[in-house]
């Protein structure tokens, strides 16, 4: 989000209070990405989460509201 206003903000200094970093995200590669893809375009869905439905419309409702921006 700061980035997004520094960005929409080219004539005034914007700077996040706090630099942090998702642990969790941070172990993510490119190449553990494309790995996931390929298995999934291969019909391989062993790596497939499920959850209840209570949880799956809470993410649809933030990962719509993500692809919207």
Do not use: H, W, Y
Not at 15 to 37: I, Q
């Amino acid at each position: 989000m700061v980035e997004r206003l520094a960005q929409s903000n080219p004539d005034k200094f914007v700077a996040p209070l706090l630099r942090t970093v998702c642990e969790d995200m941070s172990k993510n590669t490119r190449r553990d990405l494309l790995g996931v893809l390929q298995r999934i375009d291969a019909g391989n869905l062993s790596d497939e989460v499920t959850v209840g439905n209570d949880i799956a419309t809470s993410a649809r409702k933030a990962i719509e509201r993500m692809l919207a921006l």
